[in-house]
Nanobody
Framework: QVQLEESGGDSVRPGDSLRLSCTAS????????MGWFRQTARRNREGVAI????????YYGSAVSGRFTISQDPTKNTVYLQMNRLKPEDTGTYYC??????????????????WGQGTQVTVSS
């Protein structure tokens, strides 16, 4: 059983930046897909970004590509989501996910059974 602990959610203004963190503990994978989904007022379980740990490839949802960057510190089993140029529509609950990378990493929420509790991001003027 994997435990995921998220942090970094906050209330910010449009155009601001924010960094989320997610640390995995418990069971670990030699190669994993680890990253973020979000639930917003418009969309449920929208794919944000996924990091594939073996080849260090990143995948992004179209709504955040070019503004958000996912990275990993393998020594800490932690992924980070750097969010720049935040918009009000980025407001939502951000959930960390992880699974074994046995079939490639994709932004399909049903492929992930381990989810964190979520951290709230609010973007408002």
């Amino acid at each position: 059983q994997v435990q995921l602990e998220e942090s970094g959610g906050d209330s910010v203004r449009p155009g601001d930046s924010l960094r989320l963190s997610c640390t995995a503990s418990g069971a670990t994978y030699a190669s994993a897909c680890m990253g973020w989904f979000r639930q917003t007022a418009r969309r449920n379980r929208e794919g944000v970004a996924i990091f594939q740990t073996d080849d260090r490839t990143s995948y992004y949802g179209s709504a955040v590509s070019g503004r958000f960057t996912i990275s990993q510190d393998p020594t800490k089993n932690t992924v980070y989501l750097q969010m720049n140029r935040l918009k009000p529509e980025d407001t939502g609950t951000y959930y960390c996910v992880i699974r074994r990378a046995d079939s490639g990493c994709r932004l399909f929420p049903d492929e992930y059974k381990d989810w964190g509790q979520g951290t709230q991001v609010t973007v408002s003027s």
